[in-house]
C-alpha cells in the first residue's frame, strides 16, 4: 500500500482529539478562575524536593491559614463538593488522580463546562479551584495516593462552607468510572 492510499475499515474507530501541543503543553479550556501550576521536583543522590507554595505564584487567596492531607485508596472517589466561599489550593505529589472540575456558577463565562484533568507522581502540580466550581478526585492508580489542600480560610466544625452533591447526581454531566471501567474504556 502506498503512502497516498486510504485502507478501507470494517470497523470505523473514532478518531482522537489533540490533547497536547506539538510541544506537549496540554490543550485544555479552563473553567474560569482555575489555575495550574505544574511544579518542578529536584532529584538528587538525596531524594527529591519539591516546593508546594510560593507567594510569588500568584495563588495567594487569603494566604495559607490552613492545611491538611487527604489520603485516597486505590480506586476510590470523593465528589462531589463545593464551596462558596472558600478557594481551594491541592498539591498532587503522589499516585495518579483524576481531578474534574464543573463550573455551577450562574453568571461564570464558562458556565457548564466540565474539566477533567490528570496530576500525582508523575505530573506535581498546585491547581486553584475558585468557589462555587464543584470537584472531585478519583485515585486513578492501583495503590495508595495522598494530596494537600491548602485553603484560603480555616474548616470551620460550626459553620462548614462545604456542600455536595452524590457521587451519580445528574446536575453534573460527568460520570467517573471504576478503575475496571477505565482500563477497558479505550
Not at 101 to 125: I, Q, W
Not at 159 to 175: A, M, N, T, V
Request: charged share 25%; proline share 9%; net charge negative.
Amino acid at each position: 500500500m502506498s503512502n497516498e492510499e486510504t485502507p478501507t475499515l470494517i470497523v470505523q474507530p473514532r478518531r482522537d482529539k489533540a490533547t497536547v501541543t506539538g510541544h506537549g503543553k496540554p490543550i485544555v479550556e479552563l473553567v474560569d478562575g482555575v489555575k495550574i501550576r505544574e511544579l518542578s521536583t529536584v532529584v538528587d543522590y538525596r531524594g527529591e524536593l519539591t516546593e508546594m507554595w510560593n507567594p510569588d505564584w500568584n495563588f495567594d487567596q487569603g494566604g495559607v491559614p490552613y492545611v491538611y492531607h487527604v489520603s485516597c485508596g486505590p480506586g476510590s472517589i470523593r465528589a462531589w463538593v463545593v464551596h462558596l466561599k472558600q478557594t481551594d489550593r491541592l498539591y498532587y505529589p503522589s499516585g495518579r488522580f483524576q481531578v474534574v472540575l464543573y463550573d455551577a456558577r450562574e453568571n461564570s463565562p464558562t458556565r457548564g463546562r466540565v474539566n477533567e484533568l490528570y496530576f500525582g507522581a508523575a505530573k506535581r502540580a498546585l491547581l486553584l479551584i475558585p468557589p462555587g466550581v464543584y470537584h472531585g478526585v478519583r485515585n486513578a492508580g492501583s495503590e495508595e495516593a495522598w494530596f494537600v489542600n491548602m485553603p484560603s480560610t480555616p474548616y470551620c466544625h460550626d459553620d462548614p462552607d462545604k456542600y455536595r452533591l452524590p457521587l451519580d447526581s445528574p446536575e453534573i454531566p460527568f460520570k467517573f468510572q471504576s478503575l475496571e471501567q477505565a482500563r477497558l474504556h479505550v
